[in-house]
């Protein structure tokens, strides 16, 4: 039976692109019925280096953020990584999988460590053998991710791939990425070549799910864009990275193809077309907002969702990290 597994690091506040790139797409497969595990990955958001006090509470927000958008703790598993110690330990085990020069071709890492990548943390540059270990210590077919983990899920599928060989079994699944829609890849306001995070020292390259109304549309108005009308067709929008990056957030929020946009504003300028985004974007995110608020009001009934869903992962975790362990020849005599 199908598994879907994903995660989302407590490195900042939620964005527009987290949103619509995973959120909504974990609701999906949570309403089509099928099994949803979704971890707070705090493990892997002190890769860099977080105030204790800021990432306890990032990481209940989170937790509001994903109820708030439409995740039932019942129906889905949630609960955050550090609570599962199968995520650590069969991470060690990966670590002995993968080779360096693997590790080496990843994108993020480079990203992410910048200019000094001597001085990264060997979390950071390990990230990709435990966010494998997350999706393996559940046997994960599934996961919904936006583009930019692409390349990690190739890895994934590289490492289960050489465990199974290098051991003679098949045990670990090769997993499907599942990025689909509009919104895989959404782009920082401030510049169409990158993509928008959480973690980006500029607010005003994002749409924070907590941004109030006017900030929207302050930060909509003021996003980077070219002078031309909007096209009539996708193929004007080729060569305009910030023009599509509109179009498509435009699409995948009123859940409508990026033709059927500009079918309507196809002609217009931004100055008609940015407000009418901003409208769209409110209406959305809004509802979302002033729920997160109401459920961190209470911070006890978070913790008790977040320990439930740890109880449930760890129940499906630690038979399958045993059996890998027994594989590996580690003895387990208690
Ligand atoms: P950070 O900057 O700390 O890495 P982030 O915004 O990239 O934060 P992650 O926690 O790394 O968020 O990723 C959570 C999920 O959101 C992943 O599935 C990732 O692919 C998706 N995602 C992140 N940014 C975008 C984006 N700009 N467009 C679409 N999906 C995104
Ligand atoms: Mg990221």
């Not at 890492?109 to 053998?129: Q, R």
């Not at 899920?153 to 090769?174: C, M, Q, S, W, Y």
């Not at 549309?217 to 996708?234: G, V, Y």
Request: aromatic share 6%; proline share 5%; glycine share 6%.
């Amino acid at each position: 039976a199908p598994r879907v597994f994903s995660g989302i690091q407590p490195s900042g506040g939620l964005t527009l692109g987290n949103y619509l790139g995973a959120l909504k797409r974990f609701v999906q497969a949570q309403d089509a019925g099928t099994e949803t595990i979704y971890c707070m990955v705090d493990m892997h958001a002190i890769t860099v280096w977080q105030d204790p006090a800021k990432l306890r509470r990032a990481t209940r927000e989170l937790a509001a953020g994903f109820i708030a958008s439409g995740i039932d703790p019942v129906r889905s598993i949630l609960f955050n990584q550090s609570q599962v110690p199968a995520h650590a330990e069969l991470a060690w085990i990966f670590n002995c999988v993968a080779r360096m020069g693997w590790l080496k071709r990843m994108t993020q890492f480079k990203d992410k460590a910048g200019k000094n990548a001597e001085n990264a943390s060997v979390g950071l540059f390990a990230y990709p053998t435990l966010m494998a270990a997350d999706i393996m210590a559940y046997h994960a077919t599934h996961v919904p991710v936006g583009e930019d983990q692409k390349q990690h899920l190739e890895l994934t599928r590289d490492i289960a791939a050489k465990f199974n060989h290098d051991f003679g079994v098949e045990f670990f699944p090769i997993v499907e990425p599942v990025i689909e829609g509009a919104a895989t890849r959404v782009m920082s306001l401030r510049d169409g070549t990158k993509k928008m995070s959480k973690s980006d020292p500029s607010d005003m390259s994002r749409i924070n799910l907590t941004d109030d109304a006017d900030t929207i549309a302050q930060k909509l108005r003021k996003a980077r864009t070219d002078p031309e009308a909007l096209p009539s067709d996708l193929d004007g929008l080729a060569e305009r990275p910030e023009a599509r990056n509109l179009v498509n957030i435009y699409a995948a929020l009123a859940d409508i193809t990026p033709d059927a946009v500009l079918a309507q504003y196809g002609g217009q300028g931004f100055g008609a077309f940015k407000p009418a985004l901003a409208d769209l974007a409110v209406d959305k995110l809004s509802p979302i907002s002033a729920e997160m608020t109401r459920l961190m009001q209470d911070v006890a009934e978070i913790d008790r969702i977040l320990g439930d869903g740890a109880a449930r992962a760890h129940a499906i975790a630690q038979p399958i990290l045993e059996q890998c362990y027994d594989i590996v020849g580690l003895i387990r005599t208690r």
